[in-house]
């Protein structure tokens, strides 16, 4: 069955610093992938897509990376704020609707 | 648009009892989706309904669940009777097209069952 995860349950980093999140996955072959932020009593909110033909996706301090090969996205915040402090959630998709990840708390710390 | 809307946000209910969550998709939006969210097993798809159809299930944990969307503006997840083991965050998501189309989710609803 399809399998996903994310490097860890918990990360956490100095301010200013670039955090790297990651996303594996197995059993699946996914035609885009997105990404996802999370807030204490939220829901998910959409950040990022990128498709299987895609290698790189930039918004503003964001960069995605993926790497069909390897099975893996990459997931990274530049200059690093506290305000970026939440859990980060990859999924999958294709013809079928999104597969989630567990997520990847981030804590950024001043 | 007010985005997607979900009530109740906290629902606490004694095992055995019926409970509905109620979701209020975005305008225009022809795909809905009912998801649950905990600590162990993370986000998972429940069913999803296209066009107020209901397409797949196959998440829907056993027969004490149900949904039904009578109308493009309005659908419910029924859990009759209610376990302790139910006890989760209940999301509803919709979205413009599948499979491309990043999803908005709603606020959630907290169902804890006694």
């Known amino acids: 069955s399809q399998k996903i995860e994310q490097n860890s349950e918990a990360l956490n980093i100095q301010e200013g610093k670039t955090a790297t999140l990651t996303c594996n996955y197995t059993?699946?072959?996914?035609?885009?992938l997105q990404w996802y932020r999370q807030d204490p009593g939220r829901g998910p909110v959409f950040l990022l897509l990128?498709?299987?033909?895609?290698k790189e996706k930039r918004k503003e301090r964001l960069k995605v990376t993926f790497d069909t090969t390897l099975k893996q996205s990459l997931f990274h915040i530049t200059a690093s704020q506290p305000a970026d402090s939440a859990t980060y959630l990859c999924?999958?998709?294709?013809?079928?609707?999104?597969?989630f990840g567990k997520g990847t708390r981030l804590s950024v710390i001043a | 648009d007010a985005g997607v809307i979900q009530s109740p946000r906290h629902e606490v209910t004694e095992m055995g009892q019926e409970v509905t969550l109620r979701c209020k998709p975005i305008?225009?939006?022809?795909?809905l989706f009912w998801y649950r969210q905990t600590m162990m097993r993370g986000l998972e798809l429940l069913i999803y309904?296209?066009?107020?159809?209901?397409?797949?299930d196959s998440g829907m944990p056993e027969d004490r669940f149900s949904a039904k969307m009578p109308n493009a503006s309005f659908s419910t997840l029924k859990i009759q009777p209610s376990e302790p083991r139910d006890s989760a965050v209940y999301f509803c998501?919709?979205?413009?097209?599948?499979?491309?189309?990043?999803?908005?989710f709603g606020p959630g609803t907290r169902l804890t069952v006694l």
């Open positions: 998501a919709s979205s413009a097209e599948v499979p491309r189309s990043e999803q908005f």
């Open positions: 059993n699946y072959s996914p035609a885009y």
């Open positions: 990128i498709r299987e033909n895609e």
């Open positions: 999924a999958l998709g294709g013809n079928t609707p999104l597969v």
């Open positions: 305008s225009g939006h022809d795909y």
């Open positions: 309904f296209n066009n107020n159809v209901p397409i797949d």
